[in-house]
Structures are given as structure tokens and as C-alpha cells.
């Protein structure tokens, strides 16, 4: 397998919304071969790839100051993100960003 066939299996993985074990099943592939090639192939992020982001909310004192705006990047576009966003129009342009990306 080259680095152009596992990138295939890998976003094919991706749009399954599979476990790895899942897919691997499905796809007549044992789990071992599908993470070894990962290692070998697949250590730096796709570009379907996205990674989950956890915020914790800070306690809050009367002095403190007015919450920094969160700034997301990912392959060159930058989503700012102030107090009180729309998750529903933060997930609508990680989709789009998520489509573009894999043209």
C-alpha cells in the first residue's frame, strides 16, 4: 500500500462515521494493518480531519475582564468566535471549511 491508498481508505473511514474496528470489519481489512499504516502514513492530519475542542468555563470574579474572543484556524481559514456564538453557525462553517478542503 502507498501513502495515495491508505489516504483513501483513511477518508473513507472519515465519511463512515465508523470505529476503526467497525470499518476495518466492514472492509475485509484486519485493525492491526489499518494502524500500522496509519503510523507509517497517516501521522500528519488530513485534510478532512477535524479535532474536538473542549472549553471549560472559567470562574468568573466582578473585576475580570470581558472574555478574549476564541480564534479557530484550519488549512487557512480563521473563524472568530465571541461570547454568545451560534453553535448551530459554528457547525454550518466547519462544514462548509470541511467540504472546500476536500476538493
Not at 501513502?3 to 477518508?11: C, D, E, G, T
Amino acid at each position: 500500500m502507498n501513502a495515495q491508498q491508505f489516504h483513501r481508505i483513511s477518508k473513507a473511514h472519515t465519511r463512515s462515521g465508523l470505529s476503526i474496528a467497525a470499518f476495518c470489519r466492514k472492509q475485509g481489512l484486519p485493525v492491526h494493518s489499518f494502524h500500522y499504516w496509519r503510523r507509517r502514513f497517516g501521522q500528519e492530519r488530513l485534510a478532512s480531519d477535524f479535532v474536538e475542542v473542549k472549553l471549560q468555563d472559567l470562574p468568573s470574579s466582578p473585576s475580570a475582564a470581558p472574555p478574549s474572543p476564541i480564534r479557530l484556524s484550519f488549512h487557512g481559514a480563521t473563524l472568530t468566535l465571541t461570547e454568545g456564538f451560534s453553535t448551530q453557525s459554528l457547525r454550518a462553517c466547519l462544514m462548509a471549511i470541511r467540504e472546500a478542503s476536500s476538493c
